[in-house]
């Protein structure tokens, strides 16, 4: 079976490095040694100066959510992965569904200021395959209205936008370091704040609330992570030019061999040399030739997935408006298998099995 995708494992020599010092120190996890030196070295190579290691992607958009004190309706996007909006509910807040652009799949800008209420104090955008959010129009709404910006920028690990990280736009920026993830820290996540005040908030949120061993600055919750994960990230780190460069061969590859496919589309990427080609979605013409390409690839044990579907809007506990952008591109929408070591020669094999469905059913 080809799995849709498989997490990149550094050298194991590397990773055992790091557990050495893990057994000599016997300090485990508590923002240990190894967490801030991940800390600083992320900081170093994305050019960041406010970034918290946490426990994964989920709780880094709940920490982003509670540190700006949000309370009331948020503006966010029903094509994402689930958590984004049970975020927004699990912390109490209602989130208001704005449709998406068809081409770039992100949250449509020009469709925000209609869905505003007197009620509305955030917008929740989530950069989709790590494609860029319209930073610019959606950072003019917020100064408008007064409204705070979070980005679930979850895929966008390695993208930059005139000249710099995508985790340095918004009030705060969450991402995801899941195993699945171009760069993994097996489980983690980060968030990245434009404020230290706020990044200083959510250290003591992920901490519980402690500013001692025995005083506490109100509610926290438990959103550290560990030395073995931090050892993971350490020994990724170093070969995440590898990954970037091997991952856009891949995905230029999949275009050359499907560029001629009238049935699909792909993605419109806002800035091809600067981004870091996590993913490889398609969009079929219709659902039912999707559902033929999904049974093709299946027989021959190639595994694809549904990115998202079906649209968040559809989800049983949220109030939502029609979205009829994005019900037609969850329909249609297929994401190809694509890790560090899938080759080449599969990869064609992959087209060859959907150019046969798309063009003799």
Request: charged share 25%.
């Amino acid at each position: 079976m080809i799995p849709v995708t498989k997490p990149f494992l550094p050298p194991r020599k590397s990773y055992e490095v790091y557990l050495d010092e893990v057994w000599d120190r016997n300090w485990l996890t508590n923002n240990g040694p190894l967490v801030n030196k991940l800390e600083m070295e992320l900081k170093d190579r994305l050019g960041l100066q406010h970034l918290l290691y946490v426990s994964n992607g989920t709780i880094a958009l709940q920490l982003a959510i509670k540190a700006l004190e949000l309370e009331g309706e948020i503006v966010t996007t029903p094509f994402s992965y689930v958590a984004t909006t049970s975020s927004i509910v699990w912390e109490g807040c209602r989130p208001v569904f704005v449709d998406i652009d068809r081409r770039t799949l992100n949250l449509d800008p020009s469709k925000i200021e209609d869905a505003l209420t007197k009620d509305t104090v955030a917008i929740l955008a989530t950069h989709v395959f790590g494609n860029p959010c319209d930073v610019e129009a959606i950072e003019a709404i917020a100064e408008r209205h007064g409204l705070k910006v979070i980005y679930d920028a979850a895929h966008a690990f390695g993208v930059e936008h005139n000249g710099r990280s995508l985790f340095s736009y918004g009030d705060v920026s969450a991402t995801s370091f899941h195993a699945t993830k171009l760069f993994h820290t097996i489980e983690g996540g980060a968030v990245f704040a434009r404020d230290a005040q706020v990044l200083r908030k959510m250290a003591l949120l992920r901490n519980f609330g402690h500013t001692s061993a025995t005083s506490f600055a109100g509610v926290g919750i438990n959103g550290k992570n560990s030395e073995f994960h931090a050892a993971m990230g350490l020994s990724n780190l170093p070969h995440i030019d590898e990954v970037l460069a091997r991952r856009k061969q891949q995905y230029c590859l999949y275009r050359e061999m499907l560029d001629d496919v009238e049935a699909l589309t792909f993605q419109h990427l806002v800035d091809e040399d600067h981004y870091n080609y996590a993913y490889m979605p398609v969009l079929f013409e219709t659902e039912s030739v999707l559902m033929q390409v999904i049974d093709q690839l299946d027989r021959n044990h190639v595994q694809a997935r549904r990115y998202f579907y079906p649209s968040l809007s559809s989800l049983d506990y949220v109030d939502a408006g029609p979205t009829p952008e994005c019900d037609f591109v969850a329909d249609k929408v297929l994401c190809l298998p694509l890790f560090h070591d899938l080759r080449d020669s599969e990869i064609e094999m992959i087209a060859r099995l959907i150019k046969r469905v798309v063009r003799y059913g």
